[in-house]
RNA sequence: GCGGAAGUAACUCAACGGUAGAGUGUCAGCCUUCCAAGCUGAAUGUUGCGGGUUCAAAUCCCGUCUUCCGCUCCA
């Protein structure tokens, strides 16, 4: 029987609205994709698990980035020098030196207690908040004044303050009972603008060692690339690499996010895969649009096609301060809709990076490049010194694995199994099933047979179910939560023909294949 | 961080302050020659957690945690 019902489209509920995100996270529950962090204590604020079938989605997405950007880049695209890209990955650690995060910025202002202006969007650290007070101390109904020591605010307050107290003092901020309804923000005209403090702690700590010493504070990386940077020197040192060469890196990065929210998107733990391309400076804007270009190529070709994914250039004002040009790679989450989220940036660093580290370790980070500078008499070239700039495609794999998820559900009232994962075949956790039509008349054996040659094949690119329980009806339906690709069925013809049939997910409908074709039809159907 | 809503079985949800239930799923058996079919049965709950009020709390009160929505934040 061939039941092919017309399926809805992918990406979208078929009233063009956002898919429903609460059926998504059900779904994700029910059939063991996604589940809370230490759920049996109550959950933990913006952790979560995978399970079974997430665990395994994720694998794949991982193994497809790693295939795809470092053991044969771009399907082996030319770049735009016109030759094969070449990359190599590292694996590097959560933990490194603590002067890492301040050569990358990322230790600054951000880890000690801050106040916001809700006037002026001021922010300042608490600690350097001072206040003009009358001499008395006691302001009485009169607003007080705050300023920074040494910027135009200190005068500009001054004079304001003793016009309107007479001799004035300064005192701390934190001396000022809260809420501060009577306190001048620095540049505000109003009082009572100030927030109270907050710590924006962005980066996880830790102590290595036995011994608890502060000294040896330690923080989990918020982000996989310094590692690369880290290890750069070594790498060309030890593996043959020339300028242009990328350096791949994928692993867990830790932020202290202030409101994770939107079930996966923003937790506090996820998972990067990041490439660093190091190339000549003269060339880097160039790799810059061919990353960019490929990158939107790639999530396309994973599943992410249609108008859910977009390549969004960021304006001039919104690039970070040693960036030359930043792209996102966005995709319209149910929970984001109409508006994106991103997956993955790819920013041109320039070489900020290199420039911080070699300033703070002290270490030569140039690289020496042979085919570059003027021809000598001997034939070969004078070399040029340079620090390599870098471009840097960073994807998140759990907002892939999201708007994976995202993007495969389906619903479609008009098939007996409403609920569909249509994963791309590539992606899928589960990538094929078989079943027996009926558990009697041989057709048990015929299928475990079977089940044992497709296992034995497909088992390292994903799970292969068999399955002997209940009405067949049920058994595609769970398949098609598990958004399992193609089912294989023997039946009563099986034993006669040497034939079986295949039903394919999208559509429900059925074709009939000669029982040794079905590893070859799997292989052209999966890509391995 | 602020405001709002919610939390009961794996999922979706019921249950007046008075014995915690249904549907779906899961599992087992029977049946079954292609789509959550049928029959029979089974397992799964400190009602998020902790206090309080009460003879009695899923229900009322307080706290807390988590999730969702809106602000804020997102280096």
Redesign the pocket.
């Known amino acids: 029987?061939?039941?092919s019902a017309p399926s809805a489209t992918p990406g979208s509920s078929p009233a063009g609205g956002p898919k429903p995100?609460?059926a998504i996270?059900?779904l994700c529950?029910?059939r063991g994709f996604i589940f809370?962090a230490s759920d049996i204590y109550?959950?933990?604020?913006?952790?979560w698990d995978y399970g079974p079938l997430g665990a395994q989605l994720k694998k794949n997405l991982r193994e497809a980035w790693w295939q795809d950007m470092i053991m044969n880049p771009c399907w082996g695209r030319k770049g735009p020098n016109g030759r094969r890209v070449e990359c190599v990955p590292v694996e590097t650690r959560i933990i490194q030196h603590p002067k890492v995060w301040e050569a990358s910025?990322?230790v600054?202002g951000?880890n000690d207690p801050m106040v916001?202006c809700k006037e002026t969007?001021g922010?300042y650290r608490y600690d350097h908040v001072m206040v003009f007070v009358p001499e008395s101390g006691d302001a009485g109904d009169k607003p007080v004044f705050a300023y920074v020591g040494d910027q135009p605010s200190e005068s500009k307050q001054k004079k304001k303050a003793e016009k309107t107290f007479g001799a004035v003092k300064s005192v701390a901020l934190s001396s000022i009972p809260q809420p501060w309804t009577r306190v001048i923000a620095p540049e505000a005209e109003k009082p009572g603008t100030l927030?109270?403090p907050?710590m924006?702690n962005?980066?996880f700590d830790t102590i290595p060692g036995a011994i608890k010493d502060e000294a040896n504070r330690a923080y989990l990386r918020?982000?996989t690339a310094q590692g690369v940077f880290l290890q750069f020197k070594n790498v060309v040192d030890s593996s043959r690499v020339k300028i242009p060469f990328g350096i791949g890196n994928t692993g867990t990065s830790f932020?202290n996010?202030?409101?994770?929210?939107?079930?996966t998107f923003?937790s506090r733990e996820f998972e990067q895969a990041e490439l660093e391309f190091f190339c000549h400076p003269d060339e880097s804007f160039k790799w810059y649009e061919f990353w960019r270009d490929f990158r939107m190529d790639w999530w396309k070709s994973i599943g992410l096609a249609g108008e859910n994914l977009i390549l969004r250039e960021h304006a001039k004002d919104e690039l970070?301060?040693y960036s030359v040009g930043t792209s996102d790679v966005e995709y319209r989450f149910p929970?984001t809709f109409p508006e994106f989220g991103e997956l993955e940036g790819i920013a041109h660093r320039g070489n900020y990076d290199l420039t911080q580290h070699q300033k703070h370790s002290g270490a030569k980070l140039e690289y020496f490049d042979q085919e570059r500078g003027e021809l000598l008499p001997n034939g070969s070239k004078r070399g040029e010194r340079y620090l390599p700039h870098c471009i840097e495609p960073a994807a998140g794999l759990d907002r892939g694995a999201l708007a994976i998820l995202c993007e495969a559900y389906t619903k479609d009232e008009s098939?007996?199994?409403?609920?569909i994962m249509k994963f791309h075949p590539r992606i899928a956790p589960i990538k094929a099933a078989v079943f027996p039509?009926?558990?009697?008349?041989g057709m048990p054996e015929i299928a475990e047979k079977l089940y044992d040659a497709v296992r034995a094949r497909f088992a390292k690119v994903g799970f292969v179910e068999f399955d002997e329980?209940?009405?067949?009806?049920?058994r595609?339906?769970?398949m098609?939560?598990g958004g399992c690709p193609f089912c294989f069925?023997?039946?009563?013809?099986t034993a006669t023909d040497q034939t079986?049939?295949v039903?394919d997910r999208d559509t429900?409908?059925?074709s009939r294949m000669a029982m040794d074709q079905v590893v070859k039809f799997l292989e052209d159907k999966l890509g391995v």
Do not use: C, W
């Open positions: 029987m061939s039941t995100m609460d996270m059900s529950k029910r809370q109550g959950g933990i604020n913006g952790f910025g990322h600054g951000f916001d969007k922010r927030t109270e907050r924006f962005l980066m918020p982000e932020r996010e202030v409101t994770p929210r939107n079930y923003r970070s301060h929970f098939r007996p199994s409403p609920e039509l009926v558990n009697k008349d329980k209940q009405s067949i009806g049920k595609y339906a769970r098609d939560e069925t023997v039946d009563g013809q079986v049939t039903r429900g409908a059925q």
